[in-house]
């Protein structure tokens, strides 16, 4: 449904069609009940929720349902659910969801091919991955200009998507310069300073993955991922 929603979206906005309720910490959403959006970002960058109250804590339930179907399931139609999965995480637009939809996929082909062979696509995936990852910029121009119309709209405004992209790229940064972290009480003027070196002017945190890595150091962000 949340997928359904989110494709309507581009055409008819959801805030038209849906009622607005507000939890108890006092955030309004727009809602039809089994989909949420967070109103007060809905405007600029609509993220999907779905039952949840965060578009991140969706990815993250999306990703272990995808985990436990790939680990347990045995049936032909697995993968189909698999794909639901991924493109719901997708309209999350959830940093960490990324990472899930590449781990899943990866997962996924691993299932399927041999050891040895296997190990190659893994490798290849991974190496192109991180080839992304690295020319993200040049890989999103790429594609507003193959359809300006269709990315355009995915990454709405350049803004939000500077600031979805180069927040967790900054706390990276931090983590490899400050492997021990830098604190709660530096993160925000030590992010500030990182994101100006990456010539973004936001100071916003968009993933609470590497904000907490970033403040606490390189041990605690595996810990805590484990988790």
């Known amino acids: 449904v949340s997928i359904v929603v989110s494709l309507l979206n581009f055409i ?7 009622l607005v309720v507000t939890n108890g910490a006092g955030v309004e959403y727009y809602t039809i009940g089994i989909v949420n959006y967070v109103k007060s970002t809905f405007a600029s960058f609509p ?11 969706y990815a993250g339930f999306l990703g272990l349902a995808a ?23 997708f309209f999350s637009y959830s940093t960490a ?13 691993s299932q399927r091919l041999n050891n040895a062979v296997g190990t190659v ?11 992304v990852l690295i020319n993200i910029d040049l890989v999103i121009d790429v ?13 709405w405004r350049n803004e939000s998507y500077l600031t979805r992209s180069m927040s967790p790229m900054a706390d990276l940064k931090i983590i490899f310069n400050h492997p021990l972290g830098v604190g709660y009480g530096n993160i925000q003027n030590v992010r500030v300073e990182t994101l100006k070196e990456l010539g973004a002017d936001i100071s916003l945190s968009t993933s609470t993955l590497t904000y907490h890595g970033a403040s606490c150091g390189f041990l605690f962000l595996i810990i805590y991922n484990i988790l």
Do not use: N
């Open 47 to 57: 993220r999907c929720c779905g039952i949840f109250w965060e578009p991140g804590l």
């Open 67 to 89: 985990l436990f179907d790939l680990s347990v399931a045995e049936d032909s139609k697995r993968y189909y659910r698999i794909a639901v999965y991924c493109v719901a995480i």
């Open 143 to 155: 594609l507003v200009k193959i359809s300006p119309d269709v990315f355009s709209k995915i990454i």
């Open 97 to 109: 969801g990324y990472i899930y939809i590449a781990m899943i996929v990866m997962l996924a082909f």
């Open 121 to 131: 696509v893994l490798s290849v995936l991974g190496v192109l991955l991180t080839l």
């Open 12 to 18: 008819i906005p959801f805030s038209t069609f849906s």
